[in-house]
């Protein structure tokens, strides 16, 4: 390795700053969505708050478009539980509860809600809406089910996700997000569904009057089937959906009377391990209308059985290969016969559903224009875009338009793009979102060169934490689908340190959800406001990519399910440290867990970490464990290192029932944990009372 240990604690003598912090949020509705009040404000219990007739908010009253909102079969429209009670539940029992009463409930999903069993599907009856606060609402392995008669019912601004068990056609579990078997008057909006065992979306056994709309449904084998029967009755319209990573049933909509599919984004990113087997399928007798949808890389994007009938109009292609197909002899039909409805231009369907499908993290009161979409809002979304169609051509000139010290979160929505700048939010600016709204974390990008040593403009250099490419000093932080990098050139500037943070935390509360960070040495930074303060951080399915140091601090931190990604030098070799903790001797230091660490670099070159006793502190107990992750070959057959003097072997590491071809049995170099000391090393042990949730 190029650093060496007298180097390594001089490099450690780090100066902290005190860091908070936090933003107000409120992203706006899109489309048909006319949320009119603010989610989160509701009482920590699920008792009714007041009923419908008096206070109720303005969203609860909102009412479906398409054929959901059609009189028929005894029912005027649907409107789901706006008559009844406002409720908020944030467990399984209350929203079982008043989800299968038979009075109607206008029900607030607050939190993260495990369904136990896997698998279960909430029986759902009539009179009801069920709806995320912010996105709060969370569903996790188990979705819902209206059975024969339900009838009035909106599903909205949830997410459903992971009843997935391991088998990618799965035959055995039937674990939908939303299934319907002979219900009518169903209204799914601005869901996200994924990674479910069977299905996203089942709409079976003569289901209709149903509208679904501005969803995003993911990886999954089937996203959306329709049918299940030999009788064709049913009325159903699909628009504005976003529909990617899905291998079939994209719908698939078999024997339907009259199928209204228009404004779709239909997504097979290339490259990866999910083929798309074929897109909108006409079956048995449908009689579809197909408009202005967008369909991009998928194969057999439009297909018709020679029973059905399919008229298009507007529609794109993008990269598709395969059949795309229209014609039958049945019954001409126009959907504004039965409603009313406004086509978006097919070409701005894929940007306009990248910000505007799946669940609103809070709801102010939106403008629609003539096309259905929103254009103004009393919410405090702040929209960044690089070429001048947002509010801000920049993330920092967004951060520095959040209120001080406000109460509220405040999301700010970056479009796709490089920004190549510096971004800081400060403490006074708590509860702030910063969010790609690219169909993937590598869409949007911000990216800076400093390092420790650069010089600034007044001839003064940045130290390492002044290096960060963005620097969090504020709690309840989120950055969500994007990357953060530091492009530092080391090779060509040998004459000042390469120590480079991509992102540094000092906070309480952070959580980076889907994020990619890169860089080099010292890539993420994991502080706290003091050293007394607690600064928790939760890492989620994201990628971070160095080679020295490069998680490193003395925050308590979880990456879970996530990549750790091991990088060459500048000069080809390889050999670096994965984390570098300076932990309190009263505090957790870093968890990682359930994670893959791989890169392509030399076998047996990288240690998982090293004890940094900050300013040669001796009073500090570092620690990192690593468990039931899987372990490249890179990883040396005695991880841990000493730093700075320090044995590591006083400190705090361990490892518990890793895999892969670096992990290794118990030995002095290689402590494992015991099943009962596993225990008390978990991610809830780590986090406390904070449950992270993506808002």
């Known amino acids: 390795m190029s650093e060496t240990r007298s180097k390594a604690r001089a490099r450690h003598r780090r100066r902290r700053t005190a860091l908070v912090v936090g933003v107000p949020l409120a992203l706006s509705a899109a489309g048909a969505m006319a949320y009119g009040g603010v989610f989160g404000m509701f009482g920590a219990d699920a008792q009714p708050k007041a009923s419908a007739a008096t206070t109720t908010p303005a969203w609860a009253t909102a009412t479906a478009d398409g054929f959901a909102s059609v009189n028929a079969l005894g029912q005027n429209g649907t409107y789901g539980g706006r008559d009844g009670k406002t409720v908020t539940v944030k467990t399984l029992a209350d929203l079982e509860k008043y989800a299968t009463a038979t009075e109607p409930y206008v029900i607030v999903v607050a939190a993260t809600i495990t369904m136990d069993p896997v698998g279960n599907e909430i029986k759902v009856q009539s009179n009801k809406t069920i709806i995320g606060s912010g996105t709060a609402g969370q569903i996790v392995g188990g979705g819902f089910f209206l059975g024969s008669g339900v009838h009035n ?139 202005n949808s967008y369909f991009s890389g998928m194969n057999n994007p439009v297909v018709r059985d020679s029973t059905a009938t399919l008229k298009q109009s507007g529609n794109v292609f993008s990269g598709t290969s395969g059949k795309n197909e229209s014609g039958g002899t049945g019954a001409s039909w126009d959907p504004k016969s039965y409603y009313s409805y406004t086509l978006d231009k097919a070409a701005d369907v894929p940007a306009l559903l990248k910000s505007s499908s799946g669940p609103r993290s809070s709801l102010g009161t939106t403008t629609a224009t003539t096309t259905g979409t929103t254009t103004a809002t009393t919410g405090t979304t702040l929209t960044v875009a690089a070429d001048g169609t947002g509010q801000y051509k920049t993330v920092q000139a967004a951060v520095d338009a959040v209120p001080a010290n406000n109460t509220a979160r405040v999301t700010i929505s970056v479009k796709p793009g490089t920004y190549r700048e510096t971004v800081k939010v400060p403490s006074t600016k708590p509860h702030v979102t910063i969010q790609g709204t690219g169909g993937s974390r590598k869409d949007t990008v911000i990216v800076y060169n400093n390092a420790a040593g650069t010089k600034k403009a007044d001839g003064t250099t940045y130290g390492t934490t002044g290096s960060a490419t963005v620097a969090v000093e504020a709690d309840d932080f989120q950055a969500r689908n994007l990357t953060v990098s530091n492009d530092f050139d080391e090779k060509a500037h040998q004459d000042i340190s390469a120590q480079a943070v991509a992102l540094r935390t000092a906070a309480d509360k952070v959580f980076l959800d889907s994020v990619i960070i890169t860089g080099d040495q010292d890539t993420l930074e994991l502080d706290s406001a003091s050293s007394a303060a607690l600064g928790r951080v939760y890492v989620r399915n994201s990628y971070v990519v160095g080679n020295v140091d490069f998680i490193f601090g003395r925050a308590t931190a979880v990456v879970d399910h996530s990549v750790i990604t091991l990088k060459k030098r500048w000069d080809g070799s390889s050999a670096g440290y994965v984390t570098a903790p ?21 076998a047996a070159s990288f240690f998982l970490g090293r004890n940094w006793h900050a300013s040669g502190d001796a009073t500090l107990k570092p620690q990192t464990t690593v468990r039931n992750s899987s372990l490249s070959a890179a990883v040396k057959s005695t991880p841990w290192s000493d730093m700075g003097g320090f044995s590591w072997k006083s400190d705090r590491f361990a490892e518990y029932k890793n895999t892969g071809a670096g992990s290794g049995t118990a030995t002095s170099d290689r402590p494992q944990l015991t099943d009962a000391q596993a225990a008390g090393q978990s991610v809830a042990a780590w986090l406390g009372d904070w449950t992270p949730t993506a808002s």
């Open 153 to 291: 019912v909106i599903i909205r601004n949830l997410t459903i996700r992971d009843a997935y068990q391991g088998v990618w056609n799965d035959k055995e579990h039937d674990y939908d997000g939303i299934q319907m078997d002979g219900a009518h008057h169903v209204w799914i909006d601005h869901n996200d569904i994924r990674h479910m065992a069977d299905g996203l979306i089942d709409s079976r056994k003569d289901t209709t009057y149903l509208t679904v709309s501005y969803n995003k449904l993911s990886n999954e084998n089937k996203a959306f089937g329709i049918g299940w029967t030999d009788n064709t009755t049913a009325d159903i319209t699909i628009h504005h959906n976003w529909i990617r990573e899905t291998q079939q049933r994209n719908p698939s909509t078999d024997n339907v009377a009259h199928a209204h599919l228009y404004n779709n984004y239909l997504e097979d990113e290339p490259g990866t391990d999910i083929t798309s087997a074929y897109g909108n399928y006409a079956r048995g007798n449908t009689n579809m209308v197909l408009q």
């Open 582 to 602: 300076s932990t309190p001797a009263n505090r957790k230091g870093f968890l990682i867990n359930n994670t893959t660490v791989n890169g392509d670099v030399t």
